[in-house]
């Protein structure tokens, strides 16, 4: 095992030196939330179902936020609008979502990983980097490792992965997507004509669809047709984000994985479709938001200063709001408290709400708490309840007009 400590850490996206002597692993937990539903109803295997809004048979809203190999059969792929999805396929089984649950499966996952002791990073609820260049001496090995992560998981939560092994992150990103579901594909970097021949450009990281449209009007439809490129032609037929396009098809785009930086904020959302004035549903998922951020900030023993929430209309007007501390806290009472003091006046509006979300900031480890001087000498409990800057900024998003109000301590709220 590797003398590296079990933290997590970040992906290095500086232009570091880069090489191919290092071999990275990518995990995807299959169709995760379906996966773990199916799991809960067996009698759904090999039947499409859907995770979105559990009414949407019958409103017709909410977004697909994930779904089983079974239902994609049909076209249907996550951010698809709920309605398109039952057009495509009306007896598909629409699950509303279970997130709590959800992360206590990642969890149990991640954990897995963090045992090895080598640079480890979360990307996502159901996706993590691995380096095991320290565990394997080469492929051959990297992928008898994998098998035993994939053994390891089957075995504590019956979920299936699939998992890619390259020499850089976005090749072991490709690699993991190649053989879905319950794949293992294996790239060396003497290999990579194996990935890149006749493979889409849109498989690529980063590019999306408008980006491969663009690509195909200028004749450019697999990864092959780049690879062949010298560096200068690339660059000058693509111009800046040739060099990404360059590195990525060489393999020698990044492949570090650097410890992270402290947590700066806690924060959980859920999108839906509130109908106007419906009060007590909105408090519901407010009141569970706030348990499962105020259960993070526990459970990874912090304090805070800052609470945040933020509410999205019908019609997609964004208003975010917070509240701050004199004193670092994690009396649940009081940090309750406020937020529905923040967000209680908002939830009555006639146009409904389509999205709430709560949030901590300026977070204290209390792993490192220390009494000074000052914390014995506040003038009042509480300081100023708005900190905000009355700065609304216009932006288009779909052709609707999104206002948000930007505020001192809540800039990065997600």
């Known amino acids: 095992m590797s003398n590296f400590s079990s933290t997590d850490y970040n992906i290095e996206i500086e232009n570091e030196e880069k090489s191919n002597n290092k071999i990275l692993l990518h995990l995807d937990i299959d169709y995760f939330f379906a996966q773990v539903e199916i799991l809960k109803q067996p009698e759904l295997k090999g039947k499409p179902v ?26 249907i792929h996550s951010g698809q609008p709920m309605r398109d999805a039952l057009m495509k396929c009306p007896d598909a089984t629409i699950i509303g979502s279970n997130y709590s649950e959800y992360r206590e499966y990642s969890n149990t996952i991640m954990k897995i990983l963090r045992e090895f002791n080598t640079p480890m990073r979360k990307a996502s609820i159901d996706e993590a980097y691995l380096d095991i260049t320290s565990l394997a001496k080469n492929y051959e090995e990297a992928e008898n490792l994998a098998i035993k992560i994939k053994e390891d998981i089957m075995e504590k939560t019956q979920l299936t992965v699939s998992i890619g092994i390259g020499p850089t992150l976005k090749i072991a990103k490709m690699g993991s997507d190649y053989k879905k579901p319950d794949g293992i594909s294996v790239f060396a970097p003497d290999n990579l004509d194996s990935l890149f021949d006749g493979l889409a450009l849109k498989k690529i990281p980063g590019i ?56 700066k904020s806690i924060s959980n959302s859920k999108t839906f479709h509130g109908s106007p004035g419906d009060v007590n549903r909105s408090l519901e998922i407010f009141d569970k938001l706030f348990e499962e951020s105020y259960t993070i900030l526990l459970n990874e023993k912090f304090k805070t200063k800052t609470i945040g929430v933020r509410i999205r209309y019908n019609g997609f007007e964004t208003i975010t709001r917070a509240v701050s501390i004199a004193h670092y806290v ?62 609304f900024i216009s932006e288009k998003s779909d052709n609707k007009k999104t206002e948000v109000v930007k505020m001192k301590d809540l800039s990065d709220f997600d």
């Open 50 to 75: 859907i995770i979105g809004h559990e009414r949407a048979r019958e409103n017709k809203r909410g977004v697909v936020l994930t779904c089983n190999y079974p239902a994609r059969e049909f076209g």
């Open 208 to 263: 999306g669809k408008k980006t491969a449209e663009r690509l195909s009007q200028m004749g450019y439809v697999t990864c092959d047709q780049l690879r062949v490129m010298k560096y200068e032609e690339i660059v000058r037929v693509l111009g800046k984000s040739g060099k990404y396009y360059y590195e990525v098809l060489q393999g020698k785009s990044t492949n570090s994985i650097l410890p992270r930086g402290p947590r």
């Open 330 to 391: 994690d009396d649940k009472d009081v940090l309750y408290d406020k937020a529905k003091e923040l967000i209680l006046p908002y939830l009555s509006d006639r146009r409904g709400i389509r999205l709430l979300g709560v949030g901590f900031y300026n977070l204290k480890s209390l792993e490192k708490d220390q009494l000074k001087l000052e914390d014995f000498y506040q003038e009042s409990d509480y300081v100023n309840s708005y900190e905000l800057l009355d700065e």
